[in-house]
């Protein structure tokens, strides 16, 4: 899904959350990089970004802001920039965990940000991150059963859906750096 719903206290939080001539909602698309649509369906409004980790720091901002009251847009920045720290903390925490529940070490700080990613993402209805650790968990015991290196097996099949964290962004991140001397 590309999109979250957001409940709210009562409609009038949507008057508060668009501003004085849309100031509001421009900020905090502007800062959080998603849309926020706000139609006729009561007590919500949408938030739509196709990348999971920004439209859960979104989530997660709206919904300080709403509990906060004070919603202009110094405020809103403030809220985002929080809300990104601690989604970046969250991210972390949970590629560390995939490492260590799959047995994997000595992997660069890049890529376990990558995986920590892939727990905001879904393939087929199943999370993503969930599912590597469970490919390597099985890739680990095959390689054993067949005389291979099951540490070898592990890391590839932890690794193998990593594509699907990437943005264009950290992408373009990520091509710059390899080719920057």
Wanted: with cysteine; glycine share 8%.
């Amino acid at each position: 899904a590309s999109s979250t719903l957001v409940a709210l206290p009562s409609d009038e939080w949507k008057g508060r959350i668009i501003g004085r001539e849309g100031r509001n909602v421009k900020a905090f698309e502007a800062a959080t990089g998603c849309d926020v649509i706000v139609d006729e369906t009561p007590g919500q409004v949408t938030l739509s970004c196709f990348d999971p980790v920004r439209r859960a720091v979104a989530h997660q901002a709206l919904l300080a802001l709403l509990q906060d009251g004070r919603i202009h847009p110094a405020r809103i920045e403030e809220v985002v920039r929080e809300s990104q720290g601690r989604m970046q903390e969250r991210v972390l925490e949970q590629g560390r965990k995939a490492l260590l529940d799959a047995g994997v070490n000595d992997v660069a700080h890049e890529l376990v940000e990558l995986l920590g990613r892939l727990a905001f993402r879904t393939s087929y209805g199943q999370n993503v991150l969930q599912h590597s650790v469970e490919a390597a968990h099985l890739a680990g015991g095959m390689a054993a059963e067949l005389g291979l290196d099951p540490v070898l097996a592990r890391r590839a099949a932890l690794l193998h859906d990593i594509g699907k964290a990437m943005d264009h962004a950290l992408e373009r991140e990520v091509a710059v750096k390899e080719y920057m001397p």
